[in-house]
């Protein structure tokens, strides 16, 4: 039978048990934090295309008169923060202009990635991690963001709590 380990080989066990875990969570809260970082400038790049969305949405809404339209845009804003354009052409449009804009406003990419942050949703590469697909559908042009693990965000989540700043 096995004798039973010294007092001081118990301790010794405990104290490396106890630097193990310690280390552990030391390194666990490094990487949240830097993940979070990396995660807030996604988060501003998809904030930054949804409220140009909104101020989209809101001259749309001040110009237009038919109460069809109104409905229409009002719809698309409400329904998946979208803009209504007038027809496929001007959404495309619209979406190629605002892709060109926003990578012009926001010239260095979330997460430290060399691709442009805003992208069109048919070039959208595999790897999406850290990124915004502008797209159309129908007559809608909408922005889907993308967050450090490549997971498409929330955008009624993002653009009701604004990000703090861009953390480049």
């Known amino acids: 039978m096995a004798r039973r380990p010294e007092k001081s080989s118990r301790m010794r066990f405990a104290w490396a048990l106890g630097i193990v875990i310690a280390l552990y969570g030391i390194l666990t809260i490094l990487l949240s934090v830097h993940v979070i970082d990396q995660q807030s400038s996604a988060r501003t790049d998809l ?10 949405h809101q001259e749309a809404m001040a110009a237009t008169s038919s109460a069809d339209a109104r409905k229409a845009i009002a719809n698309a804003w409400h329904d998946h923060r979208a803009f209504a354009a007038a027809s ?5 449009l619209i979406a190629s202009q605002l892709i060109t804009r926003l990578n012009q406003e926001y010239p260095h ?8 942050a805003f992208v069109a949703a048919a ?46």
């Open 47 to 56: 904030y930054a295309a949804l409220e140009t969305l909104d101020q989209l």
């Open 88 to 92: 496929p052409q001007q959404a495309r």
């Open 109 to 116: 990419p979330a997460c430290g990635q060399t691709r442009p």
């Open 123 to 168: 070039a959208l590469p595999k790897q999406r991690a850290c990124m915004v697909a502008v797209g159309v559908k129908n007559n809608q042009v909408r922005v889907t963001g993308y967050d450090t693990q490549g997971i498409a965000m929330d955008n009624f989540y993002e653009f009701l709590y604004a990000p703090t700043g861009r953390s480049d």
